[in-house]
């Protein structure tokens, strides 16, 4: 970074409680009052160079001592002394970083090249030109001192002068980009003669305020030079530099300071320009981008129409999405759970409205089919990791997996492995809760491993395997397996020869069934199994209706309980159906 060195002298200036002097032989006979600071001075060396300072001291003598208060000088004290130090030859640096108070310190004491040749104001201004605006690290830095003396800085012109010489420089070419740059992406090496990425300029803007930094982006933007991806890039980045983390966000509770507040307000702010300002292009930002705004803009409390548009753009790019883009945790006080399903599922509703609006004939459209298939994989694939949550409820698991349409899913085996996920992590379901969660389920949907696997989850309801026992027996020659599936009756008559089973998730390995006992039975008998077959059937069925009719009461409640124990059913249709056979 470049500075510029003017005087010779040494510092001499002391202080002495809230007082500054200079150390001089000739006793002070100009004190200037700024603000608590009060500096003993002499008229010789500085009203020759302040305009200012000779006309409130037109109307005194030489010999007469005089007493300024200088309150309101631009940059404070601070500036102020950096224009005494030059009135009296000491050497001062100027950078960067103090140029934009001293700039405005002198404009306000009138240190033109009017007053005298070689002045404090023509030598900064020339220095302003020459080498700040020509170089890139140095028109950011002056341009975020702006901020302290926005309205001076404004009416002298070095804001848009710097803004103007920052954009030149980010039109420029990479190949063409000589001077420094700040880029810590991990994986980038910085070498001579390496090749200057096409993002080389968003790590230093994004050290601006927000209002600098939106005034580039937008000045940009309607030159239409650089990609829209390029801008998202940048908007990107400056997210990562100023929004707060999530476990912050997570830690911070309805006890905020006055300090948290304010904070609050201005991330809100910084949220909230950002979403104003990403491309109308799809594809300029990505999509786990804008999922990670939205689950901060629900903790900030942005605008309706903010978090609308969030939405209205994730779903845009739903299908890009993968399972870590969505697990973000839920903040609402209300929610036990610790992912955010409601996030996902506004978005996924959006998602579904857009598709049908825009592809009606989205069966024969190939596009638009996998484009809803892969979101309907993803879902799937988000539900068994959702399964986990200790505190999640059948209500929401559930309402997230019937929201995906059936076109969207070729099979349900990822569904049933989520479900299988949710019940060993749910062990305490109820009847009603187990019916409902498994009602998603289409069986007929299943691949053969799946469905062989099915059929013996203990944790599935009777009734789920029932359905998966006579849609295989009608399936019949059909099934392409090559491992045979017992028919319905013999498993339902060996149920408790069962053998029990560990339960572990389907992983798609070999699964065998092996029917152990096979005795030869007469007709007569094979019409009794038969019989019992259809009578296991319609007592099931009777049983639902009745259940129905009279309401299911609570599990612990012995008087109420429903006896669906396979066994049992099984002992009552074979004692029946002997009956039968002796008549």
Not at 278 to 295: E, N, T
Not at 572 to 578: D, N
């Amino acid at each position: 970074m470049k500075f510029m060195k003017l005087g010779t002298k040494a510092d001499t200036f002391y202080t002495e409680q809230a007082t500054r002097t200079l150390i001089s032989e000739i006793a002070a006979d100009l004190v200037i009052q700024i603000n608590d600071i009060t500096y003993l001075l002499h008229k010789f060396p500085l009203l020759p160079k302040c305009g200012l300072l000779q006309r409130l001291c037109y109307d005194t003598s030489d010999s007469e001592s005089v007493s300024l208060e200088l309150h309101d000088i631009p940059g404070g004290e601070d500036a102020f002394e950096l224009c005494a130090k030059f009135c009296y030859g000491i050497a001062i640096n100027i950078s960067a970083h103090n140029f934009v108070s001293a700039l405005c310190a002198a404009k306000f004491l009138r240190m033109n090249d009017s007053i005298e040749k070689g002045n404090l104001v023509g030598k900064l201004e020339s220095f302003f030109n020459s080498c700040i605006l020509e170089g890139w690290k140095d028109s950011i830095a002056t341009l975020q001192t702006t901020a302290t003396l926005p309205e001076w800085s404004e009416n002298l012109g070095i804001v848009r002068k710097c803004i103007d010489s920052i954009i030149e420089k980010i039109l420029t070419p990479p190949p063409q980009v000589k001077w420094s740059y700040t880029y810590t992406r991990p994986g980038y090496t910085k070498k001579q003669h390496h090749s200057v990425p096409k993002d080389w300029w968003t790590e230093d803007v994004s050290d601006l305020d927000i209002d600098l930094f939106r005034c580039i982006i937008m000045a940009i933007r309607s030159t239409y030079v650089l990609p829209p991806q390029l801008i998202g890039e940048a908007l990107h980045v400056y997210a990562c530099r100023w929004l707060p983390g999530l476990t912050k966000l997570k830690s911070s509770g309805s006890s905020a300071s006055q300090t948290e507040e304010s904070n609050k307000e201005k991330n809100r702010k910084i949220l909230e320009t950002i979403v104003s300002m990403i491309p109308a292009d799809r594809g300029s930002v990505s999509v786990g981008f804008l999922f990670r705004l939205l689950s901060i803009s629900i903790h900030l409390g942005v605008s309706s129409v903010t978090k609308t548009e969030l939405i209205r753009r994730a779903s845009l790019q739903f299908e890009e999405a993968t399972v870590s883009d969505l697990l973000y945790p839920s903040k609402s006080s209300s929610d036990q759970n610790y992912y955010d399903t409601e996030l996902v599922l506004a978005v996924l509703e959006t998602f579904l409205k857009l598709w049908k609006r825009m592809s009606p004939g989205a069966v024969d459209n190939s596009y638009f089919l996998r484009s809803i298939r892969n979101v309907g994989k993803l879902i799937d694939s988000y539900l068994q990791v959702v399964a986990r949550d200790d505190n999640m409820q059948v209500s929401k698991f559930v309402s997230l997996a019937e929201t995906v349409p059936s076109i969207a899913r070729e099979d349900h085996d990822d569904l049933y492995q989520a479900i299988n996920i949710y019940l060993k992590v749910h062990t305490d379901l109820s009847k009603a809760d187990k019916k409902r969660l498994c009602g998603i389920l289409d069986c007929q949907r299943l691949s053969p491993e799946v469905r062989a696997h099915a059929v013996k989850n203990e944790l599935l309801p009777l009734r789920t395997v029932v359905q998966l026992l006579y849609f295989e027996q009608d399936k019949g020659s059909k099934a392409t397996t090559s491992h045979k599936l017992p028919k319905p009756h013999e498993i339902l008559l060996g149920a408790k020869h069962r053998p029990a089973t560990t339960n572990e998730e389907f992983n798609g390995e070999e699964i065998r069934e092996r029917v152990h006992h096979k005795t030869k039975r007469s007709d007569g008998k094979l019409l009794a199994l038969d019989l019992e077959k259809k009578m296991v059937i319609k007592g099931d069925i009777e049983e639902t209706r009745s259940e129905k009719a009279r309401g299911i009461k609570d599990a612990s409640s012995s008087s109420g309980k429903v006896d669906l124990d396979p066994k049992k059913i099984i002992r009552r249709t074979r004692s029946k159906s002997e009956h039968g056979v002796k008549k």
